[in-house]
């Protein structure tokens, strides 16, 4: 299994500014993602997080807009930079192990006014 | 590209009524594996199953138990007398790494 800390666990701020994201991970892991979930609406993936390297986007969705940090095996940063109302999300950090499921962190709540 | 189809919008059922999810999905893949999720209103994401390609196994669970069928590129959910507990909305899931979600399905049990 792998137990997954993610920070904040909600936020509210003001559009125009900054808000990074962390993903702390309990043991080594090799797949890490981030994704978005839109009131309403189902999960879509952002990008992959890539030690050592850049982030891997999803269609939609940009390195200016969404940089992501990834030092290590076990922890991952999503900024969201920029923000308008839009942005309003649950943001949830994932890891993947082969044979096994995909966790999920416990996700952060932005509203952004 | 890979895909995940939630027809069912909203189901809603009276308690101890049986409720089926469906899920459809298309992937070129050969080896994959789908997953059900289920995320109640405080927003965490609950794992209930994982389901390798090559296991076509059916699997029961307590309440819970999922027809795998590759033949039709189905993945289906069936909750067996359900419970009020069980109200939340259900994702069916798809990939090896990364995730491609279905919308979901609103499971409202009523009493």
């Known amino acids: 299994s792998a137990v997954i800390s993610q920070k904040p666990s909600r936020d509210i701020c003001q559009r125009g500014t900054s808000l990074t994201i962390q993903c702390q991970v309990d043991s080594q892991v090799t797949m890490m993602f981030w994704y978005r979930q839109q009131p309403g609406q189902s999960l879509t993936l952002i990008a992959t997080?890539?030690?050592?390297?850049?982030?891997?986007?999803e269609s939609g969705f940009v390195i200016d807009k969404f940089p992501i940090s990834r030092p290590n095996l076990t922890f991952s940063t999503l900024t969201v930079s920029n923000m308008s109302p839009e942005d309003s999300s649950i943001y949830l950090c994932?890891?993947?192990?082969?044979?096994?499921?995909?966790?999920f962190g416990q996700g952060t709540r932005l509203t952004v006014v | 590209a890979q895909k995940v189809t939630q027809a069912q919008t909203e189901i809603s059922v009276v308690e101890k009524e049986d409720v089926t999810l469906d899920c459809v999905y298309e992937?070129?893949?050969?080896?994959?594996?789908l997953f059900w999720y289920k995320q109640p209103p405080s927003g965490e994401l609950v794992f209930l199953i994982r389901?390798?390609?090559?296991?076509?196994q059916n699997e029961i669970s307590g309440r819970y138990s999922w027809n795998f069928q590759k033949s039709t590129s189905s993945f289906n959910f069936t909750i067996t007398a359900s419970q009020v507990v069980d109200s939340a909305v259900y994702f069916c899931?798809?990939?090896?790494?990364?995730?491609?979600f279905g919308a979901g399905t609103q499971v409202v049990v009523t009493p």
């Open positions: 994932s890891v993947f192990r082969v044979n096994t499921e995909a966790f």
């Open positions: 389901r390798n390609s090559f296991d076509e």
């Open positions: 899931a798809l990939g090896w790494g990364k995730l491609q």
């Open positions: 997080a890539n030690q050592g390297s850049e982030a891997t986007y």
């Open positions: 992937t070129r893949d050969t080896t994959y594996y």
